[in-house]
């Protein structure tokens, strides 16, 4: 874009008017002219004006010189006439009319410079005369000198005061003389001038008023009324008549009105007003050309500017001058060329940082920054190496070359070790392999520049490592903003590189869990998806053409068994060292295209791709026997197991969702079953899992709703037959469906926190029952009562149990509490503890379902129990199973050796009592000889127990 200086293009008469700049020109201009003209005219005036007055002034005197000597003049004539009048007098008769034409024929001027004439004899005495005698002739006449006069003579007089003048003519031979009058009208006619504002008056020496048209005394005389006297001029002239006419001298006065200057009339005014417009109109044209000539760059200058401030490019001023404003349009336009450039510098950074804020991939933005530094850099050839971190690292190697800016290249390659270590050790302000060197550079390749030029290489850094290279060959050394351009290029490729490897590093993070390194639940679902996705199902079409109706896979949904325990007993580190552990044995366990995942908590999952039934089964069982291996934690062994719930695909679903919640549902199953197992998923345990959340919500009301109850199992005395004790056996009367067993709810309360509310109602209702029977006379010498491990591990059992045995009288060694192996999960010590001090205060100890946990042989010596009972389990398959039978002896051995009492549960038949018998059991619990019934109904067993109700000695 280009804005040409010389043009005045635009600027308008409006636009000038209102430039401050060209009003201040046009100001100074005419003031540096006008100015000094206007100085010159008032001066010019006044001297004019001087000279005017001056030159009016001996006008005026010239003027009354003029008239005074006319009047002279008319006299010397009236004497010239006079002298020529013939010496007789006319014949006409005295007292002729003056204008007589006779008379004046022979007496010329009489009538006209003469008014009256007389002619005097030598005597003195009238010869003759025109009409006017005795008159004024007559006054005169007498006046006269008699003789002796050689001059003519001329008489001023006043008669009935107006002036009369008389001439006498000069005595003649004869002595005889003419007098005449003087016509005041011929004497005075250039005197009395038309001009009103001139005031003349004759005056002689004597005074008289000669020819003063008013009064002297009575104001102003006509014409100079109301004039002020400053603006009257006065000029005299004397008229010398003494020598010829013997008058004296008659003074001429001329007083004027000074009317407006000559000089400065409209003759002058004219060509001053012309010469000053002249003058304006050449100030204007000058000052309008300057203003052109100063505004038009000015002007385009600005336009240049604004342009420049809203970005247009390739901004320039025409340079049409020398002067100045042309040095200016230079600077300016390498100034724009600078800022241009500094624009599209940082238009490209902003890019880059648009890119990085809308998570663009990284390479397409290293792709446009290509395209588009580039050209701005000036390099020969420029590139973009990125270094991607895996157990083999990757060269990605983008680059282009000036003859071909919009061909960008693109290699992905594995690097040897020894190549990423030499691209990652460049590092600071980067280095320059000159020439040939660069072709041996290792990040060069596949990328190839002219051999004479230098390649520079600025890495791309952040957390002081260097994850890529910004590469440019120089063909020559290029100029310090180029090289500052290209750091600061850098610098922004680096935050977009940290940028794309965070979010590597966030999707990590969203995928995978950070304890164990397994996929979280995003994770999981994320793989299960793929797995399960259309594309995945087609291509394991495929590989299984054996299978139709979708992906074959197998979820396996493992918990670990009793975590919650070793979690709330030992801290959350060393839980957290558990599930690390666990995670590990999974992984050992895990084939190799298994996904395994942590979805949260201490459950885990494996997807098996591909994997049937069978393959499940392998696994899953593999999985629990890994984890029924004893996890050592701070120092110690602690035995946990897991759960495992199968789900398939197809069969037991299509989709993530029902996969995940059916294996889910199947480990619960093998939890009910036992735990420490595995299970498949079967459809009705849908079903139960709806019921199961159903019945934790009304168990969580039971114990305030009273709805729980104990029932009374007898333990038979083996010796003779008699019911020695009983185990409390817990039951819950439903409102809707009825009486429910401890194995509906009993595990449910364990899961949750309800089991130790639960525990302490059972001891509670249990010693208040005791106390009962006791005062009833109900012949028992102690009840049993199960307590779950997580009692133990409240440990407030101590207090419950003794708080519950004072409130009611009970002595201490009628209690008695069975307990399972399960306590020995999590802290061993400390429950072993409690059961001590109970037992020193006279509580008994049973280990209840003895031979189905982990107890090892170490553990059973220090526990402090008394009594064992021998589980169900065995027993069951005693007369038919001699792997059972074998079995049962050795747990009877044992106990025997170790010096316990024992007791066998769940004796249903004569035969299973008789092989107990001849094993040496104590004491018998079983339907043979009576389920677990309500208090009264156990209090008649009891009272009819003295014989025994089977013969035991059979
Ligand atoms: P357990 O402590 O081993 O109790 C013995 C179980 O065996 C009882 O089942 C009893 O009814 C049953 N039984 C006894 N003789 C026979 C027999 O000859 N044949 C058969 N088939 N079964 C027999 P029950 O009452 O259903 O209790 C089941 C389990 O529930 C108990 O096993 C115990 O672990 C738990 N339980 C019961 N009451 C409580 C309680 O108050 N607190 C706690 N924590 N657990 C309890
Ligand atoms: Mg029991
Ligand atoms: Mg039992």
Redesign the pocket.
């Known amino acids: 874009m280009s804005v040409d200086s010389s043009s005045t293009r635009g600027l308008t008469l409006r636009r000038v008017l209102h430039s401050r700049l060209a009003r201040r020109i046009a100001l100074s201009v005419l003031l540096a002219v006008a100015l000094p003209l206007a100085v010159l005219a008032v001066l010019g005036g006044q001297v004019l004006e001087s000279l005017d007055r001056r030159f009016a002034s001996r006008e005026r005197l010239v003027q009354v010189k003029t008239v005074a000597q006319q009047v002279g003049i008319r006299l010397g004539d009236a004497r010239a006439l006079l002298a020529a009048w013939p010496v007789e007098p006319p014949a006409a008769e005295p007292g002729v009319a003056p204008q007589d034409p006779d008379v004046r024929l022979r007496l010329p001027g009489l009538g006209q410079q003469f008014l009256q004439a007389a002619l005097l004899g030598a005597d003195g005495r009238l010869r003759w005369s025109t009409g006017g005698w005795p008159g004024p002739l007559a006054e005169a006449a007498t006046a006269l000198p008699t003789s002796g006069l050689g001059r003519s003579q001329l008489l001023a007089q006043e008669r009935n005061g107006q002036p009369q003048l008389v001439l006498a003519q000069a005595q003649r031979a004869d002595g005889a003389r003419w007098l005449v009058e003087l016509s005041p009208q011929a004497l005075w006619q250039s005197v009395a001038s038309g001009d009103v504002s001139t005031y003349w008056c004759v005056q002689n020496a004597q005074g008289v008023r000669l020819h003063c048209p008013a009064p002297a005394t009575a104001g102003d005389p006509p014409g100079l009324v109301g004039t002020a006297i400053a603006d009257r001029v006065h000029v005299g002239w004397t008229l010398p008549l003494e020598a010829e006419f013997g008058a004296g001298d008659w003074q001429f006065d001329m007083v004027q009105v000074r009317g407006p200057s000559a000089v400065l009339g409209p003759a002058l005014t004219g060509p001053l007003v012309g010469g000053l417009l002249c003058a304006l109109f050449g100030v204007l044209l000058a000052s309008g050309v300057l203003i052109r000539r100063t505004l038009g760059p000015l002007q385009n200058l600005e336009r240049g500017t604004r342009q420049l401030e809203q970005r247009a490019p390739g901004v320039r001023v025409e340079i049409a001058s020398d002067d100045e404003f042309g040095a200016l349009a230079r600077a300016f336009n390498q100034m724009a060329t600078a800022v241009d450039t500094q624009f599209q510098s940082l238009e490209l950074l902003a890019s880059i940082d648009r890119d990085i804020v809308a998570h663009r991939a990284v390479d397409e933005v290293f792709r446009r920054v290509l395209v588009q530094a580039l050209p701005g850099l000036g390099a020969s050839v420029m590139g973009l190496a990125r270094v991607e971190s895996a157990r083999v690292p990757r060269l990605h190697l983008q680059w282009n070359d000036k003859a071909f800016v919009h061909k960008v290249r693109r290699s992905v390659r594995a690097m040897t070790p020894q190549e990423a270590q030499a691209l990652l050790g460049v590092t600071g302000d980067g280095v320059w392999l000159p020439g040939e060197g660069n072709l041996s550079a290792p990040w060069c390749a596949p990328m190839r520049q002219d051999k004479d030029s230098a390649l520079q290489a600025l890495p791309l850094r952040w957390q002081d490592r260097t994850h890529g290279l910004l590469l440019l060959g120089w063909t020559a050394e290029p100029p310090l903003q180029r090289l500052r351009e290209a750091a600061e290029l850098r610098d922004r490729l680096s935050v977009a590189l940290a940028a794309h490897q965070r979010e590597l590093e966030l999707t990590w993070q969203a995928r995978h869990d950070d304890l164990t390194g397994l996929l979280n639940r995003n994770g999981l679902h994320q793989e299960l998806d793929a797995l399960l996705a259309p594309a995945a199902a087609q291509d394991c079409a495929v590989r299984t053409e054996s299978r139709p109706g979708g992906t074959a896979l197998a979820v396996l949904f493992i918990d670990l068994d009793h975590f919650k325990t070793v979690n709330d007993n030992l801290g959350h580190g060393l839980g957290d060292e558990l599930l690390r552990q666990a995670a590990e044995r999974l992984e050992a366990c895990a084939p190799t295209r298994a996904v395994v995942a942590r979805p949260g908590g201490d459950e885990f999952v494996l997807v098996l791709p591909e994997a049937d039934d069978v393959a499940a089964i392998t696994v899953a069982r593999a999985v629990c026997r890994r984890m029924a291996v004893p996890f050592s934690l701070g120092g110690k062994e602690h035995f946990l197991g897991a759960s495992i719930g199968i789900a398939l695909a197809p069969v037991h679903g299509d989709n993530r969702t029902d996969l995940l919640r059916h294996a889910d549902m199947a480990m619960y199953t093998a939890k009910d079953a036992g735990r420490g197992r595995h299970a498949m998923f079967e459809e009705p345990l849908d079903a139960r899992l709806l019921e199961r959340s159903a019945l934790l919500a009304d168990l969580r009301q039971a114990v305030a709703r009273k709805e729980l109850v104990?029932?009374y199992?007898p333990r038979v005395c083996v010796a003779d037959g008699s019911i020695v004790s009983a185990?409390?056996?817990?039951?819950w009367r439903h409102p809707t469906r009825g009486l429910v067993?401890?194995?509906v709810f009993?595990p449910l309360a364990e899961e949750s926190e309800l089991?130790e509310a639960?525990?302490l109602w059972?001891i509670q209702a249990a010693c208040a029952q005791l106390a009962r029977w006791r005062r009833d006379g109900v012949p028992l010498r102690r009840l049993s009562?199960?307590?779950?491990p997580r009692q133990l591990q409240s440990g407030r059992l101590m207090e419950e149990v003794e708080a519950a045995l004072v409130q009611h009288g009970v002595p201490w060694n009628m209690l008695e509490l069975?307990v399972?192996e399960s306590l020995l999960v999590g802290d061993a010590r400390s429950a072993s503890e409690q059961l001590h001090r109970l037992r020193e205060r006279g509580v008994l100890i049973a280990l209840?379902?003895f031979g189905t946990g982990y107890s090892s042989m170490a553990t059973l010596r220090n526990l402090p129990i008394d009594v064992m009972?021998v589980?169900?389990a065995f027993v069951q398959d005693l007369s038919e199973d001699p792997s059972a039978l074998a079995v049962t002896r050795a747990i009877l051995t044992l106990a025997q050796s170790l010096g316990k009492h024992t007791v066998a549960?769940?004796?249903?038949t004569q035969a299973q009592a008789d092989l107990l018998r001849q094993l040496g059991c104590d004491e018998f619990?079983?339907?043979?000889f009576s389920?677990?019934v309500p208090a009264a109904e156990f209090a008649a067993l009891c009272r009819f127990s003295v014989q025994p109700p089977v013969a035991l000695s059979a």
């Open positions: 104990l029932h199992q185990e409390a056996l817990i039951r067993a401890p194995g009993i089991i639960i525990g059972v009562v199960n307590v779950s069975e399972t209840d379902d009972k589980d169900r549960e769940g004796i249903e619990q079983g339907f043979l389920p677990a």
